[in-house]
Every structure is written in structure tokens, then in C-alpha cells.
């Protein structure tokens, strides 16, 4: 009898570790590490048994640790626990930090069969090589998951790995915002740009200037079409709360993502004009543009009292934004208001700017209100960017240049000795078409900015002179909203052009090879699938040799 039941109780275990699930990891993630040694010994067997050890009392390790569990929960359904440690022990994963690591953000990965270390120099270097164990797990439901024994280790190139994102053309609510960063962290992206503020409406809240929300946060309709004179009458608007903004910036950082607020200034500001008409150089009265384009109104740089907003302004946006940088736009200001405007003339005289062959009098009168808050925001200990338009009106060199109008400018403002991050229209506009078959597409600003030529992109210049290829300092993709009006838009924007965008952010150019990427990236675009998010799928199963001019 007993050896009967001794029988069927192996009968019943061999059933059950047949029928358990078992799932191998390949660590030949989107963006590649720049090493993977294999070594030679058993594997790893990751199940729920494995704790996630992290150093005791270090709240970013303990936050780590918690993401890291759900991460692995959400790709293979198993429940890590985590625990506050000493040491790493045996069949356990630890997280830690390690001084042998160079680059801030570089991230090394030891999986032997007794152990898995997951190894920064920062605690944001281990959030890297979080999400690179996290994107190499097979996804489904399993008992355990098997790691193959090795050595990865990865450092970014670029130090600033920006995505953009437009909330004013159209507003997107805080749990949209909070997925776009989900979308960043698991692409190793570590910088938001986003745009606050512009002709078509006013989107943070200003405590001392509540009419800029209550009044500038709204425009009655908007154009059908692009830019056709119908417009379908139906008010739009919305604004971020500081209170929402806080918890976005918290949440931010937590993936260890900087959000940098553009303030755009002194063009692009119809929202503020609508609600303190006084800001202008006519008086107004203005209104929330309900088009897309460039407005002739602009802020009045002859009067004090714009300047004093604009510090007011500024002194709520530094408290809401920790980012040394503050992004000041300065992009496409036509001048004809300050040529005809009798204090911006005045400034003009009482400052003793002139004219020369380069420059007209009003592209200085711009360069000396930068300089004027680039000054106040330093004495705060920030740093502007600002759109590559302030090439052309003697900014200091300190000011940090996003080079949209193609990559030229920004290869001049590194000559001139600027930092310059990279965003030229082709091809990280991601606003722009995916193919140059644009019938079956979303409707789009224009251009095509194919998936190969997002990956093919190079920053830096071959004929950049040696001294000045270190001021290229990063890389960014804008995603404009004119078009754009909901969440899946955005996400069939991005996705899976962010994919190629993060390989050029993280490998040096001799590692990119487009075909193994793609290969790569269907694993990726799974996980886009597991999160239910909107991609482009015929990026993938198609080569689409467009070679179309943006
Ligand atoms: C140019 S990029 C703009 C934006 C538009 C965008 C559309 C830049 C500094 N200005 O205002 O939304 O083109 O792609």
C-alpha cells in the first residue's frame, strides 16, 4: 500500500514539473548592451522562491527593487518578493551598486547559476540594467524561467536621451503623461522635454497669473484639416494642475527621467497674450489660436512688465521643475511687432543695439531678452535650451541649442562652443509620416521619417572638428501635437521609432547594424503588445525604402 502511494505520488510529481512552464531569457534586447560574454556554467533558475535583495535603508535601491519585481511579474506572472539586505545571497537577485562602473548610467549584469547581480555606478545605472533584465525575459505565465550564465555590461552614449512631447496643440491627461515616461524608461530614455505652453493654449498653472489657465488655457475650435479656414467651433482646452504637475514630475523621476518644462518665449505665446493682453506689443485684443502655424503677435520686450512676468512666471515653473535645465524655446519669432512697436524701439535705442550685415537690430533686441533670462535663471543655478533660431541673436555660449532646423545649426553651435542636443526634423520628427505611403496613415504634419532612417541617424558630423564633437551632448525625438489627438496616436507615433531612436542613443555607431535590430525588436514590440500599447506594425514585416525628403 505504501509503496503504491510512494508510486503515484511520483506519477503526480513527474505530471507536474511536465506540465510546468518554463521560459529562457535572451539578452539580445532593443537597445543592445555593448557586451554579452557568455560563460560557462549551469543556468539560472529564476522562480517566485528568488527574493530581490537590495541595501538596506537606500530608498532608491528599495524603489528599484519594487519596480524590478513588478517587471518580472508583469512579463513571466511570477511574484518576486523583495528584502532589504547586507549581502547577496545564494539563488537570489541583488541589486547594487558598483564604483567600478564608469559611465553614471552604465549598468553591469553577472548571472551565474548560484546568483543574478544587476550592478550601476548609480542607483540609475541599476535602473538601466533593470530594464535590460526586464526586456530580456520571455513573456507568458511560468514556473520558472531559465538564464543562461553571462557577463552584460552597457554604457549610454549620449548622456542626454530626450523624447518630446506637445501637450498644448492638444492637451493629454496625467495618465497619459505618466505612460509616455513608461514608454521612455523602457527604452533607457532619461529626458522629457515637454511643452507647456504655446499660441493654441497655456497648459501649467500659474499661482500669481491665474488668468493664464482660466483664459489661456482654452481656444473656441479648432481647424479641420491642415490649417483649412473651416474651423469645427468646439471650445478645447485643459491645463495641468501644480499639484498634477508634482506628482508627474515624481513619477518622472522615479524612472530616473528629468522633466525639462519649455516655456516657449518670446514667440509662440498667444495663450498668454489672450489672457494679459498688456504682454503684447498692440494691446490686443488677442485670442487662443484656433490654427497651426506662426503668429506675428509675440511678447512686448519694451516693457519691464513683461519681464517681470516672465520671472513670476519662472520662479513657479523652477519650484514645480528640479531640471537644471529650463527650455525657453525662442523658436520662429517673427519681428514685425517689434519694428513697428514704439517701446520695443525705444529698448532698442536706450540699449545702443545697431544693425550689421549679419543681424537686424530686432533679432539682437531677442538675443539681449535671452540673455536677460538666461542671467535671471542662473542666478537660480539653471541652465536654458532654447531652439536653434537663438543661434542668430548672440546668445551666450553657456545657452544649450536643440538643433531642429536639420543638424547644421547644431554643428555650428558646437563650433561656437554650445552644447548641442539633436533633434533635426529629419528624421526625429516623430510627428511627421512613417512611410512615404501615406493614404492608409493617420493624418500627419508632412515628411516621412522611416524607421531605418530614425536608426541610420548620426549625431555627430564626420567633418566635425575634433575640439568640438564633445559638445554634442544628445538626442531627442518631437512629437508635435497639431495632429495628434489622442493616446494611441501618440503611441502609433513613437512606437516603434523610439525603438531606433534608442539605439542611436545608446551604441556607438560601429555597433548598429539595422537587420539584427529588427530582428531584435520583435521581442520588444511584444512587450508593447503585453502593455496594450498602439504601434506601427508595418514597420516591422515591411521594408519600406522611402527615400522621400521630409
Ligand atoms: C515647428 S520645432 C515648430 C513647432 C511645430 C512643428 C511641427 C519648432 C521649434 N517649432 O511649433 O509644432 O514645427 O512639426
Keep these: 500500500m505504501r509503496r503504491y502511494f510512494t508510486l503515484l505520488l511520483m506519477a503526480v510529481m513527474i505530471a507536474v514539473i511536465a506540465m510546468a512552464q518554463t521560459g529562457k531569457a535572451d539578452y539580445r534586447i532593443v537597445p543592445l548592451p555593448d557586451r554579452i560574454d557568455g560563460i560557462k556554467s549551469a543556468d539560472f533558475r529564476l522562480t517566485d522562491k528568488c527574493l530581490i535583495n537590495y541595501t538596506m535603508g537606500d530608498r532608491a535601491m528599495e524603489r528599484n527593487a519594487a519596480m524590478l ?221 484656433g490654427m497651426w502655424g506662426v503668429s506675428d503677435d509675440i511678447l512686448c520686450v519694451g516693457k519691464d512688465h513683461t519681464l517681470q512676468f516672465i520671472k513670476d512666471v519662472l520662479d513657479e515653473v523652477m519650484q514645480l521643475f528640479p531640471s537644471q535645465y529650463i527650455h525657453i524655446g525662442g523658436d520662429e519669432s517673427p519681428r514685425v511687432r517689434w519694428q513697428q512697436c514704439p517701446l520695443c524701439q525705444q529698448r532698442i535705442s536706450d540699449l545702443g543695439i545697431t544693425a550689421d550685415g549679419k543681424q537686424s537690430a530686432e533679432a539682437r533686441l531677442q538675443g539681449w531678452f535671452t540673455t536677460q533670462v538666461q542671467n535671471y535663471l542662473a542666478q537660480h543655478g539653471r541652465r536654458i535650451i532654447g531652439w536653434d533660431e537663438l543661434l542668430g541673436c548672440d546668445v551666450d555660449p553657456s545657452a544649450t541649442i536643440m538643433s531642429w532646423r536639420g543638424a547644421k545649426p547644431g554643428a555650428e553651435g558646437a563650433k561656437l562652443g554650445h552644447d548641442v542636443i539633436m533633434s533635426p526634423v529629419g528624421p526625429l520628427y516623430f510627428d511627421y509620416y512613417q512611410t512615404s505611403k501615406t493614404w492608409n496613415e493617420p493624418m500627419s504634419f508632412g515628411g516621412c521619417n522611416t524607421l531605418k532612417k530614425v536608426y541610420d541617424f548620426e549625431p555627430v558630423a564626420e567633418d566635425l572638428p575634433a575640439g568640438t564633437r564633445h559638445h554634442i551632448i544628445g538626442v531627442q525625438a518631437n512629437v508635435w501635437t497639431e495632429y495628434i489627438t489622442c493616446e494611441p496616436q501618440i503611441q502609433y507615433q513613437v512606437l516603434p521609432r523610439m525603438a531606433a531612436l534608442s539605439e542611436v542613443q545608446w551604441l556607438q555607431p560601429e555597433e548598429k547594424d539595422y537587420q539584427d535590430f529588427k530582428a531584435r525588436l520583435l521581442h520588444l514590440v511584444d512587450l508593447y503588445k503585453l502593455y496594450g500599447w498602439t504601434y506601427r506594425a508595418k514597420s516591422l514585416i515591411q521594408e519600406e525604402e522611402d527615400h522621400a525628403q521630409e
Design 69 to 289: 519585481s513588478r517587471y518580472i511579474e508583469d512579463m513571466t506572472g511570477m511574484h518576486l518578493s523583495t528584502r532589504p539586505t547586507l549581502r547577496g545571497d545564494a539563488g537570489n537577485i541583488t541589486l547594487r551598486l558598483d564604483d567600478n562602473i564608469d559611465n553614471d548610467e552604465g549598468y553591469g549584469i553577472t548571472v551565474t547559476p548560484k546568483c543574478v547581480e544587476v550592478r550601476g555606478k548609480t542607483a540609475a545605472g541599476v535602473f538601466q540594467g533593470i530594464q535590460a533584465l526586464r526586456k530580456s525575459l520571455p513573456i507568458g505565465e511560468f514556473d520558472a524561467v531559465i538564464l543562461p550564465s553571462a557577463q552584460i555590461s552597457s554604457s549610454p552614449r549620449f548622456g542626454y536621451r530626450g523624447m518630446h512631447l506637445d501637450c498644448v496643440r492638444h492637451f493629454f491627461g496625467v495618465e497619459t503623461v505618466k505612460r509616455y515616461i513608461d514608454i521612455m524608461a523602457l527604452h533607457g530614455m532619461n529626458r522629457l522635454h515637454w511643452h507647456l505652453t504655446d499660441d493654441q493654449g497655456w497648459r501649467i498653472e500659474i499661482k500669481k497669473y491665474p488668468r493664464l489657465t482660466e483664459v489661456g488655457g482654452w481656444r473656441n475650435g479648432t481647424t479641420l484639416g491642415h490649417n483649412s479656414p473651416v474651423n469645427d467651433g468646439i471650445r478645447y482646452g485643459g491645463y495641468y494642475t501644480q499639484e498634477e504637475i508634482r506628482d508627474i514630475v515624481l513619477y518622472a523621476a522615479d524612472r530616473y527621467i528629468t522633466i525639462i518644462p519649455e516655456i516657449d518665449m518670446p514667440g509662440h505665446m498667444l495663450g498668454a497674450l489672450a489672457a494679459y493682453p498688456e504682454l503684447g506689443c498692440t494691446g490686443g485684443p488677442y485670442e487662443v489660436w
